[in-house]
């Protein structure tokens, strides 16, 4: 070999050697990690197909009545104030009885006289001294008379006011001796140990409430105190929207002690959660769910597992079944497991043991 050929070799051989270097330099100068892929994720929720939804509630009290007389006369005996505590047949209140007394005994009178008569129709009718229509007709005069009695004595007894439950006077809206009228409130009883608490649903919500009826917990709590929790049950809802609010009205019954201060009138956030479970299933948002490239009929998600102390993620492909679509959201029936992490966006670029790493901004 001529000496020109040898240091063509050298030459060719030497340049390798400074490309070679080179190359491994520049690549041990990239971290390892800015060749992974990113990916968004979500942690499968461990309440499985739970549902939860919030709504602005009122108190007030489940037996709650309107008192007023039957009859009207001028108020007497008003013997109860607003807030007091009073007990089942406790009077309340009471009008002038002076006339219905009188007309009580005025009845009786007439009843009296009706009886004499008929009773001395009776010999007469058997002697046929006297025809049968005459002795129907003081009977019929008799029992006219008896049910003049039986109106006069209830009339005398409307003019007190009694209280049909034990309960609280919620307010007093006459003062003593004014001129009362029949059927006007004289003031509102309430049970304060029996509450319950009204709610408005929109019409978008109320079916799907409506299906999980059966597996609902509801919970309120109030501003005064965020965090403790008294328990509610859905007692009955209404199947007609308020055509002025387009909202369906719900009652929930309050179940609460003695100790706990809570009071009509007071505004409560109400909290229904739904307890169903249908085979472990549980809501994903709809972009983790994609095709299988080998079975576009075949629906999969993919499962991150983190590497030991790092913070890359394998992925695996993982077969689901999946349910109905609401609100952007998927039902997953099979396939994943409570507290797996699943991916949610860039799943169409993976492949089986890719390595990923975590998205953290805002935009993908």
Known sequence: MSIFAKVTVYLS?????VLLTACGEQASDIPAEATLR????????????????HFPGKVRAFEKVDLSFQVSGQLTKLNVLSGQEVKAGDILAELDQRNFASDVKAAQAELDRASAEFNRMGPLLEKRLVSQSEFDQKRAQRDIAEARLEQAKKALDDTQLKAPFDGVIANR???????ITAKQTIMSLQNPEALEVIINIPE????ELDAERDFIQSFASTTADPSKQYALDLREYSTEVDPATQTYEAILNLIAT??????????VDVLLTSTRKQSD????????????????ETKIVWVLSQQAASEQYQV???EITIGKLENENIEILTGINS??????????????????????????
Do not use: C
């Open 281 to 296: 299933t549980f809501w994903l948002p709809a972009s983790a769910v994609i095709a299988d490239r080998e079975n576009i």
């Open 13 to 17: 051989l030497f340049a390798s050697l």
């Open 316 to 318: 695996s492909k993982r």
């Open 258 to 267: 003695e100790e706990d201060r809570i009071f009509s009138g007071m505004s």
């Open 204 to 207: 978008n919500r109320i079916v």
């Open 38 to 53: 990113p990916v968004k994720s979500v942690v499968v929720n461990g309440t499985g197909s739970s549902k939860q939804w």
């Open 173 to 179: 809206s006459v003062e003593n001796f004014e001129d």
């Open 339 to 364: 507290g797996e992490r699943i991916v949610t966006a860039g799943s169409h670029y993976l492949r089986n043991g890719d390595l990923v790493k975590l998205y953290q901004g805002e935009d993908f």
